[in-house]
């Protein structure tokens, strides 16, 4: 189910490297890490081991685990942490991903379902990405294409003799506008012509369907336009089409969430540096519309991802589809390193599928 950047080849770790006993010690270091947060020492250790391991023991285990680079020590203590290595190993190699319960799956349905009748695209994904963020504690994030909107509407209007304003209606209600460089001496006429063409054939289309559609249209010559139209049409679908970063919108919900379960000064200064990545919008969008080309889950854990390598944040995300079964986006969770994988992958998991299939109805 789940994708990612590191493949553990990468890593220089591999199950083999570790015995039964090296395992258990490493899984209850990163189980400790990721419920408290804090460093386990052997002494703890050797308490909570299914296995019975005395602190020396288990002291020389931690000492090969640091040696291999999945855990260190932090400033002077005795204890032991993940290191990111640490924590892609456990993800890929170790971690049981459990299953949603029946009343996960029906809450997250109920929710998203809730706002989905009647309402507008960006409100179902403004609430699918709440809903994760109170269900897992973390920054729920949405990356849509406004591209994706289902269109009702589209008007050419004379602002000066070389330039036209093209308004665009979505059926959820959004309206956007562009300005258009037309040709001198342009007929009204022409515009009239331009809106009514398009308006015959774009009703209930997505804008690249309703491209496509239009290009076939043209090509075939089917389309009956003197060429100062045809030029209208072209020029207003490009300036609609052009798919830089602008055209996707990032939702961000549930940043409080970071703040409440800080436990050091430093925990504080990763929380700051990741909001500040967060306003960085383009940089966001670039990292996120890498697993659309995916499928399934794909998971980002610290500097794996070069946006979130200061903050120490880990991403864990997952694409959506429109009726057509086309990518349109991805949702999923930006939080601290310490998230818990095995219950927020199927949460993110489900939650796309719904999405899905609500956008899909």
């Known amino acids: 189910m789940a994708s990612h950047d590191v ?16 395992r258990e010690i490493f899984r209850s270091i990163v189980e400790s890490y990721l419920t408290t947060g804090e460093p386990v020492g052997s002494r703890n250790l050797s308490r909570i081991l299914p296995i019975s391991l ?23 203590s005795a204890g032991r942490l993940p290191t990111e290595l640490g924590l892609r190993f456990f993800v890929d190699a170790l971690m049981e991903i459990g ?13 998203v379902a809730a706002v989905g009748s009647g309402k507008s695209v960006e409100s179902v994904l403004t609430e699918a990405s709440a809903l994760l963020s109170g269900l897992t504690h973390a920054a729920g994030v949405v990356l849509t294409a406004k591209a994706n909107a289902r269109l009702k509407h589209i008007e050419f209007v004379r602002l000066e003799p070389e330039r036209a304003l093209v308004v665009l209606v979505a059926e959820d209600g959004q309206v956007e506008n562009r300005v258009l460089c037309v040709a001198a001496g342009l007929p009204t006429s022409a515009l009239s012509e331009a809106s009514n063409f398009l308006n015959a054939r774009i009703r209930g289309r997505t804008l690249a ?29 490009a300036s609609w089409s052009g798919g830089d970063n602008d055209d996707r919108k990032l939702i961000v919900r549930g940043h409080a969430n ?27 969008v670039d990292l996120l519309g890498r697993a659309e080309l995916a499928e399934g889950v794909r998971i980002f854990i610290g500097s794996e991802n070069k946006l979130f390598s200061l903050s120490g944040s880990s991403t864990i995300i997952a694409p959506y589809g429109d009726s057509s079964g086309r990518v349109v986006g991805v ?5 601290p390193t310490r998230l818990n994988y095995a219950r927020v992958i199927p949460m993110v998991d489900y939650t796309a599928k719904v999405v899905s299939k609500m956008l899909g109805g």
Do not use: C
Request: aromatic share 2%; proline share 3%.
């Open 209 to 237: 369907d309703a491209r496509a559609e239009l290009e076939r249209a043209l090509e075939a010559g089917k389309a009956e336009l003197d060429q100062l139209t045809q030029k209208v049409i072209e020029a207003g679908l």
């Open 331 to 335: 949702i999923g969770v930006i939080g």
């Open 99 to 111: 299953n949603l319960t029946e009343r996960d799956r029906r809450s997250i349905e109920a929710q």
């Open 258 to 284: 970071l703040l409440d379960d800080l436990k050091a000064v430093e925990d504080l200064e990763r929380v700051r540096l990741l909001f500040d990545d967060l306003e960085t919008k383009r940089d966001v």
């Open 7 to 22: 493949p553990i080849g990468a890593t220089q770790v591999s199950l083999a490297a570790l015995n039964e006993r090296s």
């Open 54 to 76: 005395s602190p020396a023991s288990v002291r020389n285990v931690m000492s090969d685990l640091e040696q291999l680079g999945l855990v260190y020590a932090p400033h002077t």
